[in-house]
């Protein structure tokens, strides 16, 4: 019988690695196929590929919008989609990877299976991107939260002071010792998914130098692509007789690389980013209500639209990048506007039990707890459902949940928590408006869908 391996993976590998994987192996039983799903979630790798059980495969399913180390797949065919795709499509996949011709492991190259695949190839850039922001996370998540620490212990009488010496300062230099990594993180993780290990040293390169000018997370982001594609171009087009090609990898690829991405970030990139970074931040900094309450809305409504897809992580992004320029309002918006979809669906079940079926005010249940821990991606099989109704009373309740919350100027310093994070003291900036914010979200999603949804059909 024909033995099935799959890899999931998601940017910040909380929900779509784990939806991915249940999906997959669904599918599998009930098509009678052994299967084994590795995920690369936030905890690191679980439930790990073996040499052997990679040998015996017949086929492997990467369902992932990051690096998953695909190296020891060499030669085997592969099936290569975006993670969302694992979790709408699990079946098709299946059916894809059993019509591979079997190989033995080791005659081709990894890459050759793509082309095999064309119409499908998973979006590079946007897998690239993630790769650096699902490594950058971490950093950013301990750092904000760690500073919101250092407020509660340099409290004096003329407000929060941070006393040199004081154990609050120095939970405040860990926080930004945390912090000051992000881009460098970044920049340095997009290029290593782009040329593998050649990539890092110019990408960590790439990034410090973005941190020092000044361009900030939109420099990190333009350094690590720029210095990732002229690593790999580097190692695929320079020839070295065979006896000195042990050198390319250890000396001539991180020394031109790191020298051009100096260089072109010196002379000619980096300088233009710092205006923009600089411009982009007066402006957040400065712009009226008007102006707040539109970017909100826009950023909730992007959050809501695909539930952990391009446009969702899109917001997310950028909104976290801000947190390294002491801009925390966008970040207080995302949040708020990715928690209201699936509380809004769970109220909804709620509120009119007839409109929904005995499994989906099930799945309205866990929606809630999904909700308040800020995974958007607990509204989607109801999205998925009934997507012309549902979506769009998804992104109307985001972007209310956003738009209140840039109005009323409630800021987040840490990039994840959902509800738990509101009972961290100086987390979040103006906390009562904050919580009325995601409140009025998640009334207004529930309203919406109510008013959109048909009626539940009655079993027969």
């Not at 999906?23 to 098509?31: E, H, P």
């Not at 059993?98 to 492991?105: C, F």
């Not at 995974?375 to 999205?383: D, Q, S």
Request: net charge positive.
């Amino acid at each position: 019988m024909k033995k099935l391996l799959a890899v999931t993976a998601c940017p910040t590998g909380i929900a779509h690695t784990y939806m991915a994987a249940e999906s997959l192996q669904k599918a599998a039983d009930q098509k009678g196929v052994p299967i084994k799903v590795e995920t690369r979630g936030a905890v690191g790798v679980e439930n790990g590929l073996t040499a052997q059980e990679i040998a015996e495969a017949h086929a492997i399913i990467i369902a992932a919008d990051t690096d998953v180390d695909e190296d020891r797949f060499a030669g085997k065919p592969v099936i290569r989609v975006a993670v969302a795709q694992g979790i709408k499509v699990p079946g098709e996949l299946i059916d894809r990877a059993l019509a591979k011709e079997a190989s033995s492991g080791l005659a081709a190259s990894p890459t050759a299976t793509p082309e095999e695949n064309a119409g499908r190839k998973p979006n590079m850039f946007y897998k690239h991107l993630m790769n650096g922001v699902s490594n950058m996370l971490p950093l950013v998540i301990a750092g904000g939260l760690i500073i919101a620490f250092s407020f509660l212990f340099a409290f004096t009488k003329g407000g929060v002071d941070q006393v040199e010496g004081s154990f609050g300062a120095a939970l405040s230099t860990i926080g930004g010792a945390s912090m000051g990594l992000m881009v460098i993180v970044l920049s340095g993780f997009i290029s290593f998914s782009i040329a593998g290990k050649p990539g890092l040293a110019p990408g960590l390169v790439g990034g410090v130098l973005a941190k020092d000018m000044g361009a900030g997370f939109i420099g990190g982001i333009i350094a690590g692509f720029v210095a990732g594609y002229i690593a790999h171009y580097l190692i695929k087009t320079i020839k070295m007789p065979k006896n000195f090609e042990g050198l390319k990898p250890i000396l001539i690829v991180p020394v031109l690389s790191v020298l051009a991405i100096g260089l072109l970030m010196v002379y000619v990139i980096g300088q233009p980013i710092e205006w923009l970074l600089t411009g982009l931040t007066a402006w957040l900094t400065n712009m009226g209500a008007g102006n707040a309450i539109i970017l909100g809305a826009i950023l909730g409504a992007m959050m809501a639209l695909d539930m952990g897809g391009p446009f969702n992580k899109t917001a997310y992004t950028f909104a976290v990048g801000l947190l390294g320029a002491s801009l925390y309002t966008p970040m207080a918006a995302v949040m708020a506007a990715g928690m209201t979809p699936p509380l809004g669906i769970w109220l909804a079940t709620v509120i009119a039990k007839n409109r929904f079926t005995k499994e989906e005010r099930e799945a309205g249940k866990v929606a809630s707890i999904l909700g308040l821990s800020f995974i958007t991606e607990g509204a989607i099989p109801f999205g998925a459902a009934d997507p012309i109704r549902v979506i769009p009373s998804f992104m109307v309740g985001s972007a209310v949940a956003g738009a209140l919350s840039m109005y009323f100027g409630a800021g987040l310093h840490a990039p994840h928590g959902g509800v738990f994070v509101l009972f961290i003291p100086n987390a979040i900036d103006h906390l009562p408006q904050y919580v009325l914010s995601i409140v009025i979200g998640t009334v207004v999603t529930a309203l919406m869908v109510l008013l959109l949804k048909r009626k539940a059909p009655a079993k027969l």
